[in-house]
């Protein structure tokens, strides 16, 4: 009975394997030109996913090659030094591996063409495929007002996104009156498309990213991370 038992626990735990690996997106489903920015998105570095397998083709899990320019990556993103490889996850996750296989960082797939990772003590990062990200949306497109709210169909207050020149790619954004405390306090004045992306800047140098939605509105990502905000037209 020990046997038939060791065998069947045996058998159950190569079908889960084979459940889980199958369940991975192939190499070339993800292989493309991503943009590796930090959450305000004035940090860049170009990195390019291969599907060409690095070393072991049985390597657990299989990884591949990738380039990027070290360089200049090392200044904008500290923790691209460590990377070396990368493999698909589950869900079409990317992931960043170092020199020994470790994990560097989890990139879960978001909307437009965009993954999100956070990195504990570090912050929030994305990649961006350009290619997947809306190239039909123009910042024309968003000027005008907009409804803010924490809670989807309630709106707290109204942001004025316009097309006056901020510098730097951005442009000014205001918040109307009746905002409450909270939102003041962000003092959101500059804004900007960033790959299919809102990026909305605030006085204190912070960055707020948010997301297209299906409905033509946006929503903060990671919407996990903190007070979740949503813009929608009034």
């Known amino acids: 009975m020990g046997a038939l038992t060791l065998g069947a626990l ?32 004035d940090r860049v570095c170009l990195i390019a996913l291969s599907d060409t397998p690095l070393g072991r083709a049985r390597a657990t ?39 020994d296989g470790a994990l560097v960082a989890e990139f879960t797939e978001g909307v437009g063409g965009t993954w999100e990772a956070l990195r504990e003590g570090d912050g929030v990062y994305f990649l961006v495929n350009p290619r997947l990200a809306d190239p039909g ?20 207050c109204r942001l004025e996104l316009t097309d006056t020149d901020a510098g730097g790619g951005t442009f000014r954004a205001r918040l109307m009156p009746g905002c409450p405390a909270r939102l003041v306090a962000l003092a959101p004045d500059r804004w900007r498309l960033d ?40």
């Open 137 to 156: 949306l123009h910042a024309g497109d968003l000027v005008g007002a907009w409804d803010i709210a924490e809670t989807a169909g309630k709106p707290l």
């Open 61 to 99: 899990p299989e990884r591949f090659a990738l380039t990027l320019d070290r360089a200049a990556c090392a200044s904008a993103i500290l923790f691209s030094v460590d990377i070396a490889s990368w493999a698909p996850g589950p869900g079409h996750a990317i992931r960043l591996h170092g020199p």
């Open 195 to 234: 790959s299919g992306s809102l990026v909305l800047l605030t006085a204190r140098g912070e960055g707020l990213r948010f997301a297209a939605q299906e409905d033509g509105g946006w929503e903060k990502v990671p919407p996990e991370e903190g007070t979740p905000l949503l813009l929608s037209r009034p």
């Open 10 to 41: 045996t058998l159950m735990r190569a079908d889960r394997a084979a459940a889980q690996e199958a369940a991975l997106p192939s190499a070339g489903a993800l292989a493309a030109d991503y943009r590796l920015t930090n959450a305000d998105g």
